[in-house]
C-alpha cells in the first residue's frame, strides 16, 4: 500500500467516526430540546389550572358568602418549591374537591363561568395527559441513548444525565415503592 492509500482510508475512518459522533449528539440535543419544550407546555398549562382554581375559588366564597377558606391550602400551592408532577396532582384534588362542591351546592352548579372553568379542566387535563405522554416517550428514548454504546461516549463527554419520567419515577434507584395513588 502506498501512502495515499493509507491516508485515504485514514481520513474516510476519521470522516465516518465524525459522522456518526455527530449524529448521535445532534439526537440527543434534539431529545433534548424536546424535553424542555414539553417541559415548558406542562408548566404553562399548571399555571393556567391554578388560575382557574383561583378564579373557582373566588366564585365559591362570592357564591357561597360564608367567609370560609375553601381552597386555601391549594391557593398556597404557588409558594411551596414542588414539582410539576406534584402541583398536578393537587390542583385535581383541588378540583376534585370543587366538583363536589358543585354537586352539593345547587348554585354553583348553575354559575355560568364556573362551568366554562369545568370545560377548561377537562380540556386542560386531556392536553396534560397527551404531553406527559410525550415527555415519557422522549425521556425514555434519550436515556437510550444515554445508557447504549456507542452514544453513551459522546453522552458523558456532554454531560447528558439520565432524566427522570414526569413522575419524577427514577428507574435506576434502589427505590421500588415509587408508585403512588
Known amino acids: 500500500m502506498n501512502f495515499f492509500t493509507v491516508l485515504l482510508i485514514f481520513i474516510i475512518l476519521i470522516a465516518s467516526l465524525a459522522i456518526v459522533y455527530i449524529s448521535y449528539f445532534n439526537k440527543m440535543q434534539y431529545l433534548k430540546t424536546k424535553l424542555e419544550n414539553a417541559e415548558g407546555i406542562i408548566d404553562e398549562l399548571l399555571r393556567k389550572r391554578y388560575d382557574m382554581l383561583a378564579r373557582a375559588d373566588s366564585i365559591v366564597k362570592s357564591s357561597l358568602n360564608d367567609g370560609k377558606e375553601y381552597f386555601k391550602e391549594y391557593i398556597q400551592l404557588k409558594t411551596q418549591k414542588i414539582t410539576n408532577f406534584d402541583m398536578d396532582r393537587k390542583l385535581k384534588e383541588a378540583f376534585n374537591t370543587l366538583e363536589k362542591f358543585k354537586d352539593d351546592y345547587p348554585e354553583l352548579g348553575s354559575h355560568k363561568e364556573l362551568k366554562e372553568i369545568f370545560t377548561s379542566i377537562k380540556e386542560s387535563d386531556e392536553k396534560i395527559a397527551a404531553i406527559t405522554s410525550y415527555y415519557n416517550k422522549n425521556t425514555n428514548l434519550l436515556n437510550g ?37
Open 145 to 181: 441513548y444515554i445508557r447504549k454504546f456507542p452514544s453513551n461516549i459522546i453522552a458523558k463527554f456532554h454531560q447528558f444525565k439520565i432524566s427522570s419520567f414526569f413522575d419524577g419515577k427514577d428507574m435506576t434507584d434502589e427505590i421500588y415503592d415509587d408508585f403512588k395513588l
